[in-house]
C-alpha cells in the first residue's frame, strides 16, 4: 500500500540542526511532488516547502528560507528535510505529504515526527 | 498571519448541515482542498479540486467555490466529523502554499 514512514522523534538544543527523513513505498517515487507541513503544538498547520523527487529542485516558504534544506536520495525513495539554526519556536510536529494526482492537494500524509528544541 | 482566513470554531447538531468557509485572494485563481484532523492524528484529505473526494470519504462531504470563498460542507453531521478543519491553497504570488488558520468543528 502507499505509505510515508517517517524518523523517530527528535530533541535539539538551540542553535542545532535536526534532519527528518521521510520513506515513500507502495508508488513511483519520482511521479509525485513532495511537501514538508509542520504544526506546533496546539497551533495551525504551516506550510515549509516542496521538492520534485525527479530532479531535485525545491521551493520554500519564505520565513525559512536560508535554514531549512529538502533534500531527496532516489535509491532508497527517501525525502529529507534539514532544519538549522533551531530556535524554541521550531518545536512542532513535522510531516511529509505527497502532492496527488490532482495536483495542489496532499493525498498522503507520514505519520509525523515530534521535533523538540530545548536547552 | 495567514492569507487564507477561516473561522476558528463551528458547531452543528447531529444530523444537520454544516459549512465551513476559506477566504482569500488567491481563491479567485486557485481551488482549495481541504483536510480534516483529529487529536494526534496526521491530517487526511477530504475535499480537493473543483469538488472530489478521495476513496473512502464518506459524500457528505462536498466543497464549493466562489469569488474569494472556498467552502466544505458536511451534510448530515456525524458525531466522528468532530475535528478540526484545514483549507490549503496557493498563496497571491502562486508560487507558494499556505493553509487556513484552521476550523474547530463541534458537533452537538
Known amino acids: 500500500q502507499v505509505q510515508l514512514v517517517q524518523s523517530g522523534a527528535e530533541v535539539k538544543k538551540p542553535g542545532a540542526s535536526v534532519k527528518v527523513s521521510c520513506k515513500a513505498s507502495?508508488?513511483?517515487?519520482?511521479?509525485?511532488?513532495m511537501h514538508w507541513v509542520r504544526q506546533a503544538p496546539g497551533q495551525g498547520l504551516e506550510w515549509m516547502g516542496i521538492i520534485n523527487p525527479s530532479g531535485g529542485s525545491t521551493s520554500y516558504a519564505q520565513k525559512l528560507q536560508g535554514r531549512v534544506t529538502m533534500t531527496r536520495d532516489t535509491s532508497t525513495s527517501t525525502v529529507y528535510m534539514e532544519l538549522s539554526s533551531l530556535r524554541s519556536e521550531d518545536t512542532a510536529v513535522y510531516y511529509c505529504?505527497?502532492?496527488?494526482?490532482?495536483?495542489?492537494?496532499?493525498?498522503?500524509w507520514g505519520q509525523g515526527t515530534m521535533v523538540t528544541v530545548s536547552s | 498571519s495567514s492569507e487564507l482566513t477561516q473561522d476558528p470554531a463551528v458547531s452543528v447538531a447531529l444530523g444537520q448541515t454544516v459549512r465551513i468557509t476559506c477566504q482569500g485572494d488567491?481563491?479567485?485563481?486557485?481551488?482549495a482542498s481541504w483536510y480534516q484532523q483529529k487529536p494526534g492524528q496526521a491530517p487526511v484529505l477530504v475535499i480537493y479540486?473543483?469538488?472530489n473526494r478521495p476513496s473512502g470519504i464518506p459524500d457528505r462531504f462536498s466543497g464549493s467555490s466562489s469569488g474569494n470563498t472556498a467552502s466544505l460542507t458536511i451534510t448530515g453531521a456525524q458525531a466522528e466529523d468532530e475535528a478540526d478543519y484545514y483549507c490549503?491553497?496557493?498563496?497571491?504570488?502562486?508560487?507558494?502554499?499556505?493553509f487556513g488558520g484552521g476550523t474547530k468543528l463541534t458537533v452537538l
Open positions: 490549503n491553497s496557493r498563496d497571491s504570488s502562486g508560487k507558494r502554499m499556505v
Open positions: 507502495g508508488y513511483t517515487f519520482t511521479s509525485y511532488y
Open positions: 479540486g473543483k469538488n
Open positions: 488567491s481563491l479567485r485563481s486557485y481551488y
Open positions: 505529504a505527497r502532492e496527488g494526482v490532482g495536483g495542489d492537494a496532499f493525498d498522503i
